[in-house]
């Protein structure tokens, strides 16, 4: 069977995952690959949104919330096992999606991404508020997933940095998975059409409402089950995480890879959980030279690092 | 019964009478052409018929049904598919997929699936892709499909677009201005493509600024001035029309087209 590009994008992404921790110095390398993981998955999200349909959402921090809050709050008060709670999350986070979608979604443009960033404020204010439930401001404590000592229990033992590694990064790989297969389907044509042009996608038979709003379901499980891996991860969560500084992130993470590919959206996602980390040393200048390097990504690659680089490769080879 | 008809079409832009009180029929297998000088029209027309603009006047039906103010991809799911002046191109696609995505209807299935890529999935993209490249092939854009459709040049895009709209499968075909921008031979070979799909039973309504081919390929013919319908007929009778040649010559010093 001839490998198509699809598996090939997920086949070097695996090496890179199984490969990486051979170069890992030390134990906190493995959390900070869980972060960049996490962030990656959210933001796979987000290039079916964003990349694939065309729709902006400054607001996905909000479904990122709902995910790490339900694991939070439903084993305590509905008596949930944790990943029940993750699955819960993602449910809540698609009825809200497919429930606010459907008007939000008629805006365009700038207007659309107030609208989710209003969406987004709000679920972030709901946190912070109701202290008797969400614990406020000051965050709260999360269950323990419990997953790590049944794997010890049949003979994998595995730190807890490097549980969260490999845990964290199989659900990257599926949610990238799914991701391609989504973009070489009906459906991802569908959306991709009604990106370049509503009207010739409807005139082709797409239903423009329906698959913009499937997109933003989507979108809004992957944010959910992000949220959810970094509270479990955590084992401690606060209203930040349904901020709308992380929904800018994700947005970057996702531009600054390039959000029309797979791969570049994880690339993107790596490169902005890692360089905070490389550039600590430079201390007060670190914001400073994060800002300039995605100033200078946008101006001279417009399409993102990774479409981008593998473009300038294939013209030389 | 005609396959198309439309009785007392009619738009207003602001003060503006883009189109009032249009009417006619498509028959399965006829060629209907719309002409008419610069801003008379024609593709305010099509875009009522096709969904894209709601007429405040008059109806549209399709094989006897009230279609009137449909959402154009409800009217594709009933056999009518368009292709546009101003190219709507899926740009960042390949050349194959924008064909691919014109097949949605057959293609498409169910989203889980999709996600999932089952066996049926793959099943329906690999039929779409082999209708496509047999569209593409008849085009003769064959050897563009992996190319990105940005890359090609207008009057391939204009056949890009048939290609896409052919994919489907309609009962009728909208056609604005399909040979602009081709060359001679080019625009032969649309010629008689749109003729060999009018032999298949396809209704066609086109609108083309190119005379000649209208003349000759051409069942009936429809004319517009001003958003007024001021003939319509076969072609002999209507290149003669006193009415018609004014229309052309009475813009003929500004940026009209002289009826060839
Ligand atoms: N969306 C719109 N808003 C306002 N005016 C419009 C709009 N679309 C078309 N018009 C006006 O309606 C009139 C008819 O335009 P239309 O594009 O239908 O003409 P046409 O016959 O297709 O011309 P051409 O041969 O140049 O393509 C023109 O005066 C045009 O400016
Ligand atoms: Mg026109």
């Known amino acids: ?317 | 019964m005609p396959l198309l008809s439309v009785e007392g079409l009619g738009i207003d832009f602001g003060g503006l009478r883009a189109v009032n009180d249009v009417g006619f029929g498509v028959e399965p297998g006829e060629i209907v052409s719309v002409i008419g000088p610069n801003g008379a029209g024609k593709t305010t027309l099509f875009n009522m018929i096709s969904g894209a603009y709601r007429p405040a006047r008059g109806k549209v039906s399709l094989d006897g049904e009230a279609v009137t103010g449909m959402a154009p991809n409800q009217l594709a799911e009933r056999g009518l598919s368009r292709t546009f002046q101003n190219l709507q191109i899926f740009q960042k696609m390949s050349v194959l997929e924008n064909v691919m995505t014109g097949r949605h209807l057959k293609a498409r299935g169910s989203l889980v699936a999709d996600l999932f890529s089952t066996p049926a999935s793959r099943r329906r993209t690999a039929e779409a892709r082999t209708v496509a490249s047999g569209l593409l092939a008849r085009v003769g854009l064959d050897r563009a499909a992996d190319q990105q459709a940005s890359s090609l040049s207008y009057g391939a895009l204009k056949r890009l677009e048939i290609a896409r709209a052919l994919a489907l499968e309609p009962r009728i075909l909208l056609l604005d201005e399909p040979a602009a921008g081709c060359n001679a031979v080019e625009t032969e070979e649309i010629d008689h493509l749109i003729a060999d799909v009018a032999k298949s039973g396809v209704a066609i309504l086109l609108v083309e600024h190119d005379m000649k081919m209208v003349m000759r390929i051409s069942s009936h013919i429809v004319v517009l001035d001003r958003g007024e319908k001021i003939a319509e007929g076969k072609p002999e009778k209507v290149s003669r029309d006193p009415k018609v040649i004014e229309a052309y010559l009475g813009v003929q010093e500004g940026s009209g087209h002289a009826l060839g």
């Open chain 1, 1 to 317: 069977m001839r490998l198509s590009s699809k598996h090939l994008t997920l086949l070097i992404l695996l090496a890179i995952v199984a490969l990486a921790p051979l170069a890992f110095p030390s134990n906190f390398y493995y959390r900070i690959g869980a972060l960049a993981f996490v962030n990656g998955l959210a933001v796979t999200g987000l290039v079916i949104l964003i990349g694939f349909a065309g729709q902006v959402s400054l607001g996905h921090a909000g479904f990122a919330g709902i995910g790490a809050y339900t694991c939070a709050l439903a084993p305590i008060y509905l008596g949930l096992h944790p990943a029940l709670a993750m699955l819960l999350g993602t449910v809540i986070s698609a009825g809200i999606a497919w429930l606010i979608g459907g008007p939000i979604l008629r805006l365009k443009g700038y207007y659309l991404g107030v609208a989710t960033l209003g969406f987004g404020i709000l679920v972030s204010m709901v946190l912070a508020n109701e202290v008797p439930i969400t614990g406020g401001a000051d965050g709260r404590e999360v269950p323990e997933l419990g997953l790590r000592a049944a794997l010890k229990f049949i003979g994998i033992d595995l730190s807890n940095a490097q549980f969260w590694y490999a845990f964290t990064a199989l659900f990257l790989l599926g949610g990238a998975w799914v991701a391609s297969n989504l973009h070489d389907s009906a459906a991802g044509r569908a959306l991709r059409a009604l990106h370049d042009s509503e009207i010739a996608a409807g005139t082709v038979g797409v239903d423009v409402a329906r698959y913009k709003l499937s997109a933003f379901v989507l979108s809004a499980v992957y944010a959910s089950l992000s949220g959810s891996l970094l509270a479990l991860m955590n084992k401690f969560i606060t209203p930040d995480v349904a901020g709308f500084l992380h929904s800018v992130e994700l947005v970057t993470m996702t531009v600054l890879g390039g959000a029309g590919s797979v791969p570049g959206a994880i690339a993107g996602a790596t490169l902005l959980t890692l360089l905070p980390q490389a550039l600590t040393a430079l201390q007060a200048y670190e914001h400073m030279i994060l800002g300039l390097i995605m100033m200078l990504v946008m101006i001279f690659m417009r399409d993102g690092l990774v479409p981008t680089l593998s473009r300038a490769l294939r013209g030389r080879g």
